[in-house]
């Protein structure tokens, strides 16, 4: 009995150092460390309203926005995950083909690669610069605006992750549609 009231003790005590003390160290660390990415580098409008975060992608479907990567949890970010099938699964043939002719892709105009294929948790809020300037058209065309417009306004939001050592510049879609929203109106 002495035995196990000691094991109960150390557990208890354990759990407490584990999972109460280590974390509340962690957190304070973060808060005056990096207090913008320990709260989930959220993104503000001028008025303090929340919408969205730099983190996650979220659903953008009207042409006069860019569209992020497809999401297998649609864009659910308490179901993050991949669809887990096959390459060659019919329903991912399916919908890779339906991706395809909504943007209108052709042999002589393909589609990049992360504009048909979703990453691996389904909700990276980031597509290459070249897959913002396919869409650029689109958008463009929808806002009344012109294509170098919009060009311009994806060149100035693409940033390398990597720094030199990545060759793809990446843009945040949320970002980027805020920017487009400033420039051009909703």
């Not at 808060?31 to 709260?39: D, G, H, K, Y």
């Not at 008025?47 to 992608?57: F, P």
Request: aromatic letters at 4%; one cysteine or more.
């Amino acid at each position: 009995m002495q035995t196990l009231l000691a094991s109960l003790r150390i557990a208890g005590v354990s759990l407490l150092i584990c999972a109460g003390v280590y974390t509340a160290v962690i957190l304070g660390v973060a808060q005056v460390c990096t207090p913008v990415t320990a709260n989930g580098s959220l993104i503000t409008r001028g008025d303090g309203t929340i919408v969205g975060s730099r983190l996650i992608a979220q659903k953008f479907e009207k042409p006069g926005y860019f569209w992020p990567r497809p999401s297998a949890p649609d864009y659910n970010a308490s179901g993050a995950a991949g669809s887990n099938k096959s390459p060659t699964s019919s329903d991912l043939t399916d919908r890779a083909a339906k991706t395809v002719e909504q943007y209108g892709a052709t042999p002589d105009k393909a589609l990049p690669a992360d504009l048909a294929a979703a990453s691996g948790g389904g909700l990276d809020p980031h597509i290459t610069e070249h897959a913002a300037l396919y869409q650029a058209v689109r958008v463009a065309g929808a806002r009344g605006v012109a294509p170098s417009k919009v060009e311009s306004l994806i060149r100035n939001h693409a940033f390398s992750p990597g720094g030199p050592l990545t060759p793809d510049r990446l843009v945040n879609v949320l970002e980027l549609n805020l920017a487009l929203d400033a420039e051009t109106g909703p």
